[in-house]
C-alpha cells in the first residue's frame, strides 16, 4: 500500500487556497499535524505561544476569562487559522481555544515559518498575506462589536 494514502496533506483552504497542491506539501513538512481531541485546550490564556494552527477539520471555541467570567470570543472552524498574531509577535496567547468535537491542525512555529519564507519566498508571500486578512477581518470584527456598544 502506498504511503501517500496515510500521509497528511494540508487543504486548499482558507489561507492556502492561493497555494498548489507542491507548494502546500512542502509548508506541511515545516511544521506538524496534530489531533485535538474535543474538550482538550489547544492554546490555554496567558501561556507562551509562538506559532500558528491551521484547522484542517473541527472547530474550536475562543474564549477569554474577564472578571472571573468566561467569555466567548467567538468560533474557529475547518479552514481557518489560530495563533496568526503571535506567530508575527510571539507573546502569550490572549485567549484560550478549545476544541469542540475531534478536530486536526497542522501546527508552525515562528522559526519554521522565518525559514520557509527565506527558502520559498513566493508561495510565503502568499501565506503571509492570508494571515494579514486574517488579522485584518477580525480586527474589523471587534471593531464592530466596539462600535455597536456605543451606538
Same mark, same amino acid.
Given at each position: 500500500?502506498?504511503?501517500?494514502?496515510?500521509?497528511?496533506? $494540508? *487543504?486548499?483552504? /482558507?489561507?492556502?487556497? *492561493?497555494?498548489?497542491?507542491?507548494?502546500?506539501? &512542502?509548508?506541511? !513538512?515545516?511544521?506538524?499535524?496534530?489531533?485535538?481531541?474535543?474538550?482538550?485546550?489547544?492554546?490555554?490564556?496567558?501561556?507562551?505561544? %509562538? !506559532?500558528? +494552527?491551521?484547522?484542517?477539520?473541527?472547530?474550536?471555541?475562543?474564549?477569554?476569562?474577564?472578571? /472571573?467570567?468566561?467569555? $466567548?470570543? /467567538?468560533?474557529?472552524?475547518?479552514?481557518?487559522? &489560530?495563533?496568526?498574531?503571535?506567530?508575527?509577535? *510571539?507573546?502569550?496567547?490572549?485567549?484560550?481555544?478549545?476544541?469542540?468535537?475531534?478536530?486536526?491542525? #497542522?501546527? &508552525?512555529?515562528?522559526?519554521?515559518?522565518?525559514? +520557509?519564507? %527565506?527558502? @520559498?519566498?513566493?508561495?510565503?508571500? #502568499? $501565506? $503571509?498575506?492570508?494571515?494579514?486578512?486574517?488579522?485584518?477581518?477580525?480586527?474589523?470584527?471587534? %471593531?464592530?462589536? &466596539?462600535?455597536?456598544? @456605543?451606538?
Amino acid at each position: 500500500m502506498s504511503d501517500t494514502l496515510n500521509t497528511p496533506r $494540508l *487543504p486548499g483552504l /482558507g489561507i492556502l487556497q *492561493p497555494l498548489g497542491d507542491e507548494d502546500r506539501d &512542502i509548508l506541511s !513538512g515545516y511544521g506538524e499535524f496534530r489531533p485535538v481531541q474535543a474538550g482538550q485546550h489547544l492554546i490555554e490564556e496567558g501561556m507562551t505561544q %509562538n !506559532g500558528v +494552527y491551521f484547522v484542517i477539520s473541527g472547530k474550536f471555541h475562543a474564549s477569554s476569562t474577564r472578571g /472571573g467570567h468566561k467569555v $466567548l470570543l /467567538g468560533a474557529v472552524e475547518t479552514g481557518e487559522t &489560530i495563533g496568526e498574531i503571535n506567530v508575527l509577535d *510571539p507573546s502569550v496567547a490572549s485567549a484560550t481555544v478549545t476544541a469542540r468535537e475531534f478536530s486536526q491542525v #497542522w501546527f &508552525i512555529d515562528s522559526k519554521s515559518l522565518e525559514t +520557509y519564507i %527565506n527558502e @520559498y519566498p513566493g508561495p510565503a508571500a #502568499w $501565506l $503571509l498575506i492570508g494571515i494579514g486578512k486574517t488579522i485584518a477581518r477580525r480586527l474589523r470584527a471587534v %471593531n464592530e462589536k &466596539i462600535a455597536s456598544l @456605543y451606538s
